[in-house]
């Protein structure tokens, strides 16, 4: 069925540090892979996304990337900071059954120490 | 812009109930999707409407239902209220099709005792 993997559930980094996060999909037709931060009390927000005939997108400290054939796409975010603290979710479209939904990750919850 | 506005933010029910939950989508946007998120089963997909019309549903009870206006503000109901039940319902808006870019609202915090 329509699955999406996401890996570590926690993370923890020092201040200027690298954070990765990465996800694998089971429906190789997907076509749309966002990923949303989600701070307490708060809704998700997109932060960033890619569509699969692109292999890698950047937006200043974020940056995305997709492997179509292995089915998974990481997050990175370089010279992290405390604000970046938040529980991360990657999402897949699951287009091969033309739902028009997302199914998401369980998370990653990102603790940057200052 | 506003953004994406639901109500109430907290709600208490007792099992047996119904509940309606309200969202205003960012001012321009035709789709309205509902979302469940609890600890357990994270953020799950109940529903997607653009122009008054459910588009897609995700895998829930027919206990759990909506609608969308034509000013594009939905509501979404769920009767007959059980324990499990309780969880953040998020409400997210957008342009066109139902699954990208999705500006998420604060979310309805639903707690059933």
């Known amino acids: 069925g329509e699955n999406v993997e996401q890996h570590p559930s926690t993370l923890s980094v020092q201040e200027g540090d690298s954070a990765v996060i990465k996800c694998t999909y089971s429906?190789?037709?997907?076509?749309?892979f966002p990923w949303y931060k989600q701070e307490l009390g708060k809704g998700p927000q997109l932060i960033i996304d890619?569509?699969?005939?692109?292999g890698e997108k950047k937006d200043q400290r974020i940056a995305v990337t997709l492997n179509k054939t292995a089915k998974h796409f990481s997050l990175h975010i370089t010279e992290t900071q405390p604000e970046d603290s938040a529980v991360y979710f990657c999402?897949?479209?699951?287009?091969?059954?033309?739902?028009?939904?997302?199914?998401f990750g369980q998370g990653t919850t990102l603790q940057v120490k200052p | 812009k506003a953004g994406v506005t639901q109500t109430p933010r907290y709600l208490i029910k007792t099992r047996g109930q119904q509940v309606t939950l309200s969202c205003s989508p960012i001012?321009?946007?035709?789709?309205v999707s509902w979302y469940q998120q609890t600890p357990g089963q994270g953020l799950q997909f109940l529903f997607e409407?653009?122009?008054?019309?459910?588009?897609n549903k995700g895998n829930f009870p027919g206990r759990f239902s909506g609608r969308q206006f034509s000013n594009s503000r939905s509501e979404m109901n769920v009767s007959t209220l059980e324990l499990g039940d309780s969880a953040l319902y998020l409400c997210?808006?957008?342009?066109?099709?139902?699954?990208?870019?999705?500006?998420f609202g604060s979310g309805t915090q639903l707690s059933v005792l």
């Open positions: 001012s321009g946007h035709r789709s």
């Open positions: 429906d190789s037709a997907s076509n749309y």
């Open positions: 409407y653009f122009s008054e019309t459910q588009r």
């Open positions: 890619i569509r699969s005939n692109v």
């Open positions: 997210a808006s957008s342009l066109g099709q139902g699954y990208e870019k999705l500006f």
């Open positions: 999402a897949a479209s699951p287009f091969s059954s033309n739902t028009g939904k997302l199914i």
